[in-house]
Every structure is written in C-alpha cells, then in structure tokens.
C-alpha cells in the first residue's frame, strides 16, 4: 500500500515531504482482523500526508528467525522487510492478542530485525512508533509487550496507544467500523506523523551549553 496525501504539519520551514510510515503486523491467518486494523491505520495515515507500506506477516512468510543465519540466507521477504524499514521515518506495529501477548509471528518479524542493530542508527532508533494491539481485556498485555519491544528497537513511542475489539472490524469490508475506535487511531497516526515531521527539523541548541 503506497499512498500520498495531505502534509501534516504548517510549521515554517518544514519539510512537507510525506512521511514514510511502515506498518508491521496482521496475523498468519487469511481473514486477519489485525491486519485489516493495520490496513485502516494506514489508510487514516494517508489523509494525514503519509506514505505508507505494509509488512503483513501472512505475505512475508518469514522463517523463524534464527540468529545464526547469514545475509546470504535471507529470503527475499527478509531482504524486502530490512530495507522498507531503513526507509522509513515511522511505524505503526499491530498484533493480535495471544494467550495473553502478542503474537510469535508479529514478534518473529520484529526478531528478523536483528540485522538493523549493525546500522547507524540501529533498528527503529530515534523514530516515531505507533502501537495497536487486537484482543480483549488482554490486549493491554499486548500493548504493554510490543512497547517493550518497540523501546528495545530504539522507536519513540507516541502517546495514544490503541485497543482494538474484534467486534470493531469488518473483516470483509478489510475496515475498523467502530467510529470511538478508529477516532483513536487516527489520534494515534497524527501523532506518529507529526512528530516524524518534527524529528527532520535540525535539533535545538539546548539552553545553557555552550
Ligand atoms: C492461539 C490463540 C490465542 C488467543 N488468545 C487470546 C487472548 O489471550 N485474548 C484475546 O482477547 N484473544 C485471544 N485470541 C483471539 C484472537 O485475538 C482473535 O482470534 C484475533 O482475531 C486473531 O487475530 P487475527 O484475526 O488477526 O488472526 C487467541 C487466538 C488464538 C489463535
């Protein structure tokens, strides 16, 4: 999914390119309601001027990752996903909830990562993380367990965390029908897009150092 829209910031002086915004998640299953969340999340993303790609765990397939494997082994799905992820500025994650947590396959793709850590800057570091997690009342475990791995990787994760119901997704229509709830993403993708657009604008001196 590739999309361009609308900036998201009047600043003076912004770079009002869009936004390059990843999201990485769904579910190993073909009627995914996670990954039609993701899919509504970076629709909503568009109308706030990003441009998006989508790491659905279903398409990518990737093997369980193991640590030992050498670049020259990696699938191309691996080699798609690594390179999506230097590109990009922000990124919404977004897992169904599993006994409690996410799921092997979001946490898999997040593994599959490891390669990044020789970059500079490493893995998702110093850039916005937005976070949606599917599921009932367990899925603030969810929440709480992707914040974790998101932190690990480095991102900056915004504010408005997202909880989605089953019962809020069409799954057909591929489309959060709940309006409370896809207010919330939207909260949640405007922030993760402003304050990519923030982070292009040259630090601050701090105060008092000279
Ligand atoms: C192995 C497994 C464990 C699950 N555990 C939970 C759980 O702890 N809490 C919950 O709210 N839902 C749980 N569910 C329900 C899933 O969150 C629900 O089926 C969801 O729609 C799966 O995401 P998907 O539609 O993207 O495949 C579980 C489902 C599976 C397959």
């Known amino acids: 999914m590739d999309g361009h829209g609308t900036d998201a910031t009047n600043e003076p002086g912004a770079d009002r390119a ?3 915004l990843l999201g990485i998640g769904g579910s190993t299953r073909r009627e995914s309601r996670s990954l039609a969340v993701l899919e509504t999340a970076l629709r909503l993303a568009e109308v706030h001027g990003a441009q998006t790609a ?3 765990v279903r398409a990518m397939d990737l093997p369980l990752f193991a640590e030992d494997g050498s670049a020259a ?7 798609w996903l690594l390179q999506e992820v230097r590109m990009a500025e922000a990124y919404v994650l977004c897992s169904p909830t599993y006994h409690g947590t996410l799921s092997g396959a979001v946490k898999n793709a997040l593994d599959a990562l490891t390669p990044l850590g020789e970059d500079e800057p490493p893995y998702l570091a ?13 899925a603030a475990n969810t929440l709480t367990a992707l914040h ?6 480095g991102g900056l994760t915004v504010p408005t965390v997202v909880v ?6 069409d799954v057909h229509a591929r489309e959060v029908v709940d309006q409370a709830v896809r207010r919330r993403l939207a909260t949640m993708t405007h922030e993760v897009i402003h304050l990519a657009h923030r982070l292009r604008s040259p630090a601050p001196v701090p105060l008092g150092i000279r």
């Open 54 to 56: 989508l790491a659905d």
């Open 18 to 20: 869009p936004v390059r």
């Open 164 to 169: 989605v119901p089953s019962k809020a997704v």
């Open 148 to 153: 974790h791995a998101a932190r690990a990787l």
């Open 126 to 138: 110093g850039r916005p993380v937005g976070l949606i997690a599917l599921g009932g009342a367990g």
């Open 73 to 79: 082994e990696q699938p191309p799905a691996l080699r």
